[in-house]
C-alpha cells in the first residue's frame, strides 16, 4: 500500500468517528473532520461527493441534516444550510438512470 491509499483509508475512519461522536462532543466530530481535510490536502486527494455533504465549506464544521443542518432542494439543486455560521451551499443534483 501506498501512502495516498493509506491516507484515504484514513480519511473514511475519521469521517466514520465523526459520525459517531457527533452527538456526545460536536467540537470532537469537528476536530475529526479538520484533520480528514488536511489529510485530503497533504496528500492531494479529492474528496468523495459523499465526505464532501458532511462537513460546511465556510466553517468546515460537521453536518447532520436536522440538527445543525437543514436540507432543502430547489431547481434541481441540494440546499444545505449551515445552523452554525448561517450560510448556504448548493450541489447540483445528478442524473440518476
Known amino acids: 500500500m501506498d501512502k ?5 483509508e484514513r480519511i473514511k475512519i475519521l469521517f466514520k468517528e465523526a459520525d459517531e ?5 460536536s467540537k470532537l466530530a469537528d476536530k475529526y473532520v479538520s484533520l480528514a481535510r488536511k489529510l485530503a490536502m497533504k496528500f492531494n486527494i479529492k474528496l468523495d461527493r459523499t465526505f464532501k455533504r458532511k ?5 468546515y464544521s460537521y453536518l ?15 440546499v444545505y444550510y ?3 455560521c448561517k ?3 448548493k450541489f447540483v443534483l445528478g442524473s440518476y438512470k
Open 4 to 8: 495516498k491509499e493509506i491516507a484515504k
Open 21 to 25: 461522536v457527533f452527538n456526545k462532543n
Open 55 to 59: 462537513f460546511c465549506k465556510h466553517c
Open 64 to 78: 447532520k441534516p436536522g440538527i445543525n443542518c437543514r436540507v432543502r432542494t430547489k431547481n434541481g439543486k441540494v
Open 82 to 84: 449551515c445552523m452554525n
Open 87 to 89: 450560510k448556504y451551499m
